[in-house]
């Protein structure tokens, strides 16, 4: 199970080492890109359905995996969901496993 902090303001979301490696991509096209969009996640500890962040170049983030090396990469699924990020502009993690 790997993590993703995001501007260290709350706990790092816990996904899984396969999503995270797809995610890494999606999240790093966009950014490189200078594309926000909004990213949603299920609340999980913080006892909440879900929480929504906006995703931007200049809020910091780490990845963190617990496989080494990183799971394989698939295409289809980067495909995927880039196809869905852009057709609603956001991100949402609990769709992706």
Do not use: C
Not at 27 to 55: D, N, Y
């Amino acid at each position: 199970m790997g993590k993703l902090e995001y501007n260290s303001s709350r706990p790092a979301i816990d996904i899984d080492d396969d999503v995270l490696v797809h995610v890494k991509i999606v999240i790093a096209t966009k950014l490189r890109r200078q594309e926000s969009f909004m990213m949603t996640w299920p609340g999980g500890s913080q006892r909440v359905g879900a929480m929504s962040a906006w995703i931007h170049p200049s809020i910091p983030m780490v990845m963190e995996f617990d496989q080494s090396p990183a799971p394989k990469v698939d295409p289809r699924r980067i495909e995927q969901m880039m196809a869905r990020l852009n057709a609603r502009g956001e991100l949402v993690l609990d769709e992706l496993e």
